[in-house]
């Protein structure tokens, strides 16, 4: 009734007005539109700017003079990123460090999640933490630690100058060896930790099934576990290969300054060299790069909401 | 043989926990060293945590970060909250696939892209708005939600997909408006994932680096950067001191909470077992006993 009483015009904005649900929505919709997808944007705006020596160090696109808009695209950044070695380099180098980086953690972090998940229950929980408690402790702490062991006057070196395996220090840190002991250690938990949640809730009858008709434990694990593992599998190595190919501070702090990784050329085009332009195309072709495994990630993590 | 590959199998697990652990052990012990060349140890002291005490650019950092994990932890409840909320109840809905690949890329997103990113948007809109001035505080914050609130969504969507949906039907039914329904029967029930979701980001806000790189002014300095531009020159043996600390409140924290989810665990199989027991007993439905 009250609805007739209101003049035209409010029944109209309530029309247009979204309802409960509308706004329940809209508005971290909005939000992450904002601040998610926006940024991309810009990015992608800037790396078709020309870099300048301004506040802020880029042209506009659109400029509006004489009666005419002008659109100025500058392609100028991504031919130096197709004819420069050095971001050919990094591409391939972040690529190869973050594939190996998740072959190793594969390599180590599926036994350990097989071994926590077939533990006794009391053990396994104390195992778990033990996984999960270095995962909380900060990161760069743990990084930082690992320059104590590997440098040439650290643990690992007078270790084995003790054992007597060595009569000179070897060079552990910035080089390929340290970047790789920083990396598989810290991502590793990000391989555990959804492949052990993976592992305990699959069904324990299959395997025993298995075993009692006579199959070889070795048998059990390549018919059996490993092929109900995959998606377990699948979404532990995205959640490490993603991230570790744009990873910064490890390279930075153990690896060697000749191999750059693409993180830390766009860290220098940016801060050292302030090449917004340029960083930003080196970004947006790193997000081209990194779609098709973050859609294969979305798949997983659709199929499976509690796998993190 | 079986015993073989059980000693093989807890070898292999004591390998990495001494990979896991090494490191960390390191750090506490070298934070009671004396020697100022960091990996020679000559006596215990406490003179790198007396330093600390008085070195004023660390505990400044300390402050900042940790008003800005403060500040990003209720942020991130209350936003990845409501986003949780939406990712359980709507299935699908006008851009519900974009709303879900926005969710879950922050995830995974190398840090370099989105501190890249943010730090561009505000500096268009700085130039069209006037608005943030510089950075500081302010960006650092909207930065670090946004790298907590996927984390904190996927706990309570997680939480809510796993709730008695006939519970919030029934208060419906009996004519409880939405929003009672939310603060007297949803929030209850899903208060803590919301606790757990407020201590991880309240951690990744701590432990972040890339985005305060980023998004940081020259007046604001969270403990990462102070530490990493510490770590660039060299070994210092204050950072040993800090990272004992830090390793000590998180250990605390760990255990603590394993120790209430075990006793939880303990108390709900005993209920059970009771449960169980008065219905052989008396021959019915038995009422779970008072806590």
Redesign the interface.
Known sequence: MARTTQPFYQRALLRWMPG??GW??G???A???V??????L??LK?SFAESTMDV?PFTHLLVLGQDKLTVLLNFESYLTIVQDDIYFAAYASSLTVAFFTTFFCLL?GY??AL??ANARPALR?L?L??????F???????V??????L?D???AN?LLMHLGLSDTPLALMHNTFGLYVGMV?SY?PYMVLPMYAFLVKMDASLPEAARDLGAK?WEVFFTITLPLSLPGMSAGC??VF??S?????IP??LGSSQDLMI?RV??SD?FNSIA?PL??AA?CV??AL?LLP?AW??RV??RE??A? | MKHL?RHL?SG??AL??L??????L??VV?SFNESV????WTHFSLKWYAKLLGDSEILDACRTSLELALATACSSVV?GA??G??LAN?RR?W?ST?????????????????G???L??F??LE?TLGWPQGRGMATMW?GHT?LCVS?VA?TV??RL?AMDKSLTEAARDLGAP?LRVFFDITLPLIAPSLLAGWVLSL?IS??D??MSA?LSGPETTTL?LA??SR??LG?NPE??A??TL??AV??L???AN?YY??KREQRQARHLRMAVLNTSSEGRVAQSPPT
Do not use: C, H
């Open positions: 409960a649900k329940a929505i508005l971290p919709f939000f992450l539109l601040f998610f997808m926006l940024p991309f810009m990015v800037i802020p180590v036994p350990t071994l926590i929980n195992l933490m033990g996984i999960i408690l270095p909380w402790t900060s990161y760069l702490v743990r930082y630690a690992w320059i104590g062991i440098k006057q650290g643990l007078r250690y590793l434990p995205l959640l993603i991230p190919v744009g990873e910064y501070v930075e702090l993180g766009m860290w940016f917004w960083a930003s970004t790193m997000v990194l973050m990630f979305q993590q659709n909401p509690q993190l | 590959r199998g292999f697990l990495v926990f990979f896991f652990y090494l490191p960390i390191s750090v070298y060349i960091a990996s020679q936003i409501w986003i909320y939406v709507y809905f851009g974009l709303f879900v690949a926005m969710v879950n890329a922050p995830l995974v997103l190398p840090e370099v892209i989105s890249i990113s943010l561009l948007l500096v268009s130039q909207i946004m984390y996927i969507q997680a997909s939405p951690t701590l432990d680096v890339i980023f990462p530490l990493l770590m660039r070994l950072i040993n800090i990272g830090i390793i998180v250990t924290g760990v255990v394993s989810l075990m």
